[in-house]
Nanobody, 123 residues
Framework: QVPLVESGGGLAQPGESLTLSCARSGIPFPIYAMNWYRQTPGNERELVCF??????????DSVKGRFTLSKDIDRDSVNTVYLQMNSLKPEDTGVYLCNAEPWAGINRPAEYWGQGIQVTVSS
């Protein structure tokens, strides 16, 4: 079973908006934090933003003020996260990968990854 189901993304013009979502699917443990990474050709995977189960969000400087994370109401786990991306720029282009970190515990994987979703910002 796929651990994380991502949706959204696609093609947008500069200045437009897109929304990504990531839903916990095949993970049997509550999630402490969900992270969004961006991968572009020839570059290392970059952490764009994350949100914790308690709702604390943090953003890379490159997206601060333009991207907003929200999550479901469960205070003990991140089950679904929404990434609202506004005022998109060409440099936001890349494959966005959702990453989930379960609360620490015995015999629990440290993280799970989604398959990635393409975001292209171009005129």
């Amino acid at each position: 079973q796929v651990p994380l189901v991502e949706s959204g993304g696609g093609l947008a013009q500069p200045g437009e908006s897109l929304t990504l979502s990531c839903a916990r699917s095949g993970i049997p443990f509550p999630i402490y934090a969900m992270n969004w990474y961006r991968q572009t050709p020839g570059n290392e995977r970059e952490l764009v933003c994350f949100i914790t189960a308690r709702g604390k969000a943090n953003y890379a400087d490159s997206v601060k003020g333009r991207f907003t994370l929200s999550k479901d109401i469960d205070r003990d786990s991140v089950n679904t996260v929404y990434l609202q991306m506004n005022s998109l720029k060409p440099e936001d282009t890349g494959v966005y990968l959702c990453n989930a970190e379960p609360w620490a515990g015995i015999n629990r994987p440290a993280e799970y990854w989604g398959q990635g979703i393409q975001v292209t910002v171009s005129s």
